[in-house]
């Protein structure tokens, strides 16, 4: 009897600690009552999400068995003007709610409330003090080749790295300026939150001449959030070039043919 009352009381001491929320993302953090968490960092106009598990870390006072208490929702308060939120969903898991900047949001700190709420397990709220920073600065581009020598109607193919150093993921559209509107297009990447994603983007030259161009990143949140990147491409019309073009295969011509043409891709590739 007594070992089923110390075994009993053990296992409650195992939630004798006040309860807790684990923040899973945008950081990992376990927050009590009071505490608060630092969210990073985000540009205007961006959506955060905040993920939380609904585990409490203190015993259900409702539960026969004295299992662990759950969360049953997470809700964002106190708001600075502009900003708008909207809570995770009941008893989902994880929890995830989203809080969407200001557009007009000025670079500086802002503070709002994380606030828990449990309707069956005797749990008291939790509330603790969520800090974003807002910056423009979220975005880095880089072209990883930044000169090329294409012949014309070649494909001129650039490798850029988008770099998204902010707490939010978020979409960019990416386009290159400079040169004639028919050679280009713009291009949609998506770059989760605090990661880098490289991507190709193909140029096919019309006419000879050397193209100073631009690419250019802009987030889909905010036109405040933008990077550029300068590239050159030069393009000329030769034998060698249409020779060497050859090498991406020749699709009416007898394989006898077509074996040959690749011999003299081959060939150009070393002489130039």
């Given at each position: 009897?007594?070992?089923?009352?110390?075994?009993s009381?053990?296992?409650?001491?195992?939630?004798?600690?006040a309860?807790?929320?684990?923040?899973?993302?945008?950081?990992?953090?376990?927050?009590?009552?009071?505490?608060?968490?630092?969210?990073g960092?985000?540009?205007?106009?961006?959506k955060i999400?905040?993920?939380?598990?609904?585990a409490?870390?203190?015993?259900s006072?409702?539960?026969?068995?004295?299992?662990e208490?759950?969360?049953?929702?997470?809700?964002?308060?106190?708001?600075?003007?502009?900003?708008?939120?909207?809570?995770?969903?009941?008893?989902?898991?994880?929890?995830?709610?989203?809080?969407?900047?200001?557009?007009?949001?000025?670079?500086?700190?802002?503070y709002?409330?994380?606030?828990?709420?449990?309707?069956?397990?005797?749990l008291?709220p939790l509330?603790?003090?969520?800090?974003?920073?807002?910056?423009?600065?979220v975005?880095g581009?880089?072209v990883?080749?930044?000169?090329?020598r294409?012949?014309?109607?070649q494909?001129a193919v650039?490798?850029?790295?988008?770099?998204?150093?902010?707490?939010a993921?978020?979409?960019?559209e990416?386009?290159?300026?400079?040169?004639?509107?028919?050679?280009?297009?713009?291009?949609k990447?998506f770059?989760?939150?605090?990661s880098?994603?490289?991507?190709?983007?193909?140029?096919?030259?019309?006419?000879n001449?050397?193209?100073?161009?631009?690419?250019?990143a802009?987030?889909?949140?905010?036109?405040?959030?933008?990077?550029?990147?300068?590239?050159s491409?030069t393009?000329?019309?030769?034998?060698?070039?249409?020779i060497?073009?050859?090498a991406?295969?020749?699709?009416?011509?007898?394989?006898?043919?077509?074996?040959l043409?690749?011999?003299?891709?081959?060939?150009?590739?070393?002489i130039?």
């Amino acid at each position: 009897m007594r070992m089923a009352l110390f075994l009993s009381l053990l296992f409650l001491s195992s939630f004798a600690l006040a309860s807790k929320l684990v923040v899973s993302e945008p950081v990992q953090v376990a927050l009590h009552v009071g505490s608060s968490i630092d969210l990073g960092i985000i540009g205007p106009g961006q959506k955060i999400i905040i993920a939380a598990k609904r585990a409490s870390g203190e015993a259900s006072l409702n539960s026969p068995t004295g299992g662990e208490a759950l969360w049953d929702r997470l809700l964002v308060d106190s708001l600075p003007l502009g900003w708008v939120s909207e809570p995770s969903k009941f008893y989902e898991e994880p929890f995830q709610a989203f809080v969407t900047a200001s557009p007009e949001a000025e670079d500086g700190d802002y503070y709002f409330a994380l606030r828990t709420i449990d309707e069956y397990d005797g749990l008291a709220p939790l509330a603790a003090t969520a800090k974003v920073k807002v910056s423009k600065d979220v975005l880095g581009l880089a072209v990883q080749n930044p000169e090329l020598r294409v012949g014309v109607d070649q494909p001129a193919v650039f490798f850029l790295k988008l770099q998204n150093t902010g707490s939010a993921s978020d979409v960019f559209e990416v386009s290159a300026e400079g040169l004639p509107a028919s050679w280009v297009s713009k291009k949609k990447v998506f770059v989760p939150h605090n990661s880098v994603v490289s991507m190709a983007y193909e140029i096919v030259p019309k006419e000879n001449g050397e193209y100073p161009l631009v690419f250019k990143a802009d987030s889909l949140s905010s036109k405040e959030i933008s990077k550029q990147a300068s590239a050159s491409m030069t393009t000329e019309t030769s034998v060698w070039n249409d020779i060497r073009a050859s090498a991406n295969g020749i699709l009416l011509f007898p394989s006898i043919q077509q074996a040959l043409y690749s011999l003299w891709a081959f060939a150009a590739h070393l002489i130039v």
